[in-house]
Nanobody, 125 residues
Framework: QVRLVESGGGLVQAGGSLRLSCAAS????????MGWFRQAPGKEREFVAA????????FYADSVKGRFTISRDNAKNTVYLQMNSLKPEDTAVYYC??????????????????WGQGTQVTVSS
């Protein structure tokens, strides 16, 4: 069992930045991959970024590449999503997820076993 709690969402103007955090508990954090996904109103959930168990491998959606950075601190059982140059189309509920069966980063939602409750990010134009 893994519990994930996101924080750091909020309202920001276009061009601004936010950093999301996801605190994990319940299993050895350094033994599995983590990912961030998002879902905007009326749209399907989409992949944002993923990171391997060690942090040595990352993977990004084309829409956020160069603007977002995923990282993890295994000593703090936390994964981060630094979001810069935010756009109104980044507005969504952001979810972190844990893939217990994976060591490497993956963009596939079906490979993730546990999900957080989500944190709202709203970017105004």
């Amino acid at each position: 069992q893994v519990r994930l709690v996101e924080s750091g969402g909020g309202l920001v103007q276009a061009g601004g930045s936010l950093r999301l955090s996801c605190a994990a508990s319940g299993r050895t954090f350094s033994s599995y991959a983590m990912g961030w996904f998002r879902q905007a109103p009326g749209k399907e959930r989409e992949f944002v970024a993923a990171i391997s168990w060690s942090g040595g491998s990352t993977f990004y959606a084309d829409s956020v590449k160069g603007r977002f950075t995923i990282s993890r601190d295994n000593a703090k059982n936390t994964v981060y999503l630094q979001m810069n140059s935010l756009k109104p189309e980044d507005t969504a509920v952001y979810y972190c997820a844990a893939a217990l069966g994976l060591w490497d980063a993956s963009p596939e939602a079906y490979e993730y076993d546990y999900w957080g409750q989500g944190t709202q990010v709203t970017v105004s134009s």
